[in-house]
């Protein structure tokens, strides 16, 4: 019989979904088709970070957003997709008012205008 997962792993497997589901929410309004090899490419990044973490670092990801937020922008990055549609993201993330995007996604938009 196995063991229970415990929550702070089971936590650590929602994170890419919840790459995703931000992904899908900061790439809609773009109104822009997704880059799915990337998308895939960032989600086995994030995967492969987390399960490398020790594992009170994994617990602390349960709790702190600003920490996922880390390591989504890092797997975001590493994966190309800042690299994709560069020219017109840069371009709608300068006027940033009328991107209707909520403030967390500025983590993204900045790797477009770096």
């Given at each position: 019989m196995s063991e229970?997962?415990?929550?702070?792993?089971?936590?650590?497997?929602?994170?890419p979904?919840e790459?995703?589901?931000?992904?899908?929410?900061?790439s809609a309004?773009?109104?822009?088709?997704?880059?799915?090899e990337?998308?895939?490419?960032?989600?086995r990044?994030l995967?492969?970070?987390?399960?490398a973490?020790?594992?009170?670092e994994r617990?602390?990801l349960?709790?702190?957003?600003?920490?996922?937020?880390?390591?989504f922008?890092q797997a975001?990055?590493?994966s190309?997709l800042?690299?994709?549609?560069r020219?017109?993201?840069?371009?709608?993330?300068?006027?940033?008012s009328?991107?209707n995007?909520?403030?967390?996604?500025?983590?993204?938009?900045?790797?477009?205008?770096s």
């Amino acid at each position: 019989m196995s063991e229970p997962i415990p929550p702070a792993t089971q936590h650590t497997l929602t994170l890419p979904d919840e790459f995703r589901h931000h992904f899908q929410s900061f790439s809609a309004p773009l109104q822009l088709a997704p880059p799915y090899e990337s998308v895939e490419k960032a989600i086995r990044s994030l995967t492969t970070s987390v399960q490398a973490l020790p594992p009170l670092e994994r617990a602390r990801l349960a709790t702190d957003p600003t920490a996922r937020w880390q390591h989504f922008s890092q797997a975001f990055e590493s994966s190309g997709l800042s690299k994709k549609h560069r020219g017109i993201i840069a371009g709608l993330a300068r006027n940033r008012s009328s991107l209707n995007l909520p403030a967390e996604y500025d983590r993204f938009l900045s790797l477009f205008l770096s």
